[in-house]
């Protein structure tokens, strides 16, 4: 079972970004997908997550701007950044957990940088 996150790159400042966490070897059925960023020296931070059965939830200071769905890719999960700002810039991971055995899988991570 892998986990790859991937879309990063470069953006200005007001610009949008379509991250994509891929599963392969396995289903999102019974698995909570999470986002997380994190910026160098800090601790890594929530950014959105998504149930098995499709709940999703963005935290408040990103409501508005970002959105979690699931791709139409098979076994992918979106993360749409609008708006961007340079304090988007981090590396974006993505997680998946088998809300059954509780099993943590991590993606390698895809960097997002925002020039203002």
């Known amino acids: 079972v892998q986990l790859q996150a991937s879309g990063g790159g470069l953006a200005q400042a007001g610009g949008s970004l379509r991250l994509f966490c891929t599963l392969s070897?396995?289903?999102?059925?019974?698995?909570?997908i999470s986002w997380y960023r994190q910026v160098p020296g800090k601790q890594r931070e929530l950014v959105a997550t998504?149930?098995?059965?499709?709940?999703?939830n963005v935290v408040d200071p990103l409501k508005g701007r970002f959105i979690i769905s699931r791709g139409t890719v098979k076994n992918t999960v979106y993360l749409q950044m609008n708006n961007l700002k340079s304090e988007d810039t981090a590396v974006y991971y993505c997680?998946?957990?088998?809300?059954?055995?509780?099993?943590?899988?991590w993606g390698q991570g895809t960097q997002v940088t925002v020039s203002s």
């Open positions: 997680n998946a957990q088998n809300t059954i055995t509780r099993q943590d899988v």
């Open positions: 998504m149930t098995s059965g499709g709940r999703t």
């Open positions: 070897g396995d289903s999102l059925s019974q698995k909570f």
